[in-house]
């Protein structure tokens, strides 16, 4: 399964950006997805997550600001960011974790796509 992740960008402090990410390649279904980001010098971390219900978890950095969401019919996951801060700025991943279809069987996946620069200017 194939992640592609898309607009992200240059934005000024207290701007927006709406990021998205689509997955491809004989998906039966897919349960959680997320958005994580990784800044220079520091570790990944989870930014947001969606579950198939639609249940959803944020980080303590982000809430109030950023909204995630999905579409099932599309394989897609966005993430909503507004009130962007400059420690915002970082490399934002997608991450989908599901069940894919391999001919007669159904086979497990967990897929990253290739990443995304937000950069965003005091």
């Known amino acids: 399964v194939q992640l592609q992740a898309s607009g992200g960008g240059l934005v000024q402090a207290g701007g927006s950006l709406r990021l998205s990410c689509a997955a491809s390649?004989?998906?039966?279904?897919?349960?959680?997805m997320a958005w994580y980001r990784q800044a220079a010098g520091k570790e990944r971390e989870l930014v947001a997550s969606?579950?198939?219900?639609?249940?959803?978890n944020y980080a303590d950095s982000v809430k109030g600001r950023f909204t995630i969401s999905r579409d099932d019919a599309k394989n897609t996951v966005y993430l909503q960011m507004n009130s962007l801060k400059p420690e915002d700025t970082a490399v934002y991943l997608c991450?989908?974790?599901?069940?894919?279809?391999?001919?007669?069987?159904?086979?497990?996946?967990?897929?990253w796509g290739q990443g995304t620069l937000v950069t965003v200017s005091s």
């Open positions: 991450n989908a974790d599901g069940t894919r279809r391999s001919g007669l069987r159904r086979t497990s996946f967990s897929s």
């Open positions: 969606i579950r198939s219900d639609n249940s959803t």
């Open positions: 390649g004989n998906i039966f279904s897919i349960n959680t």
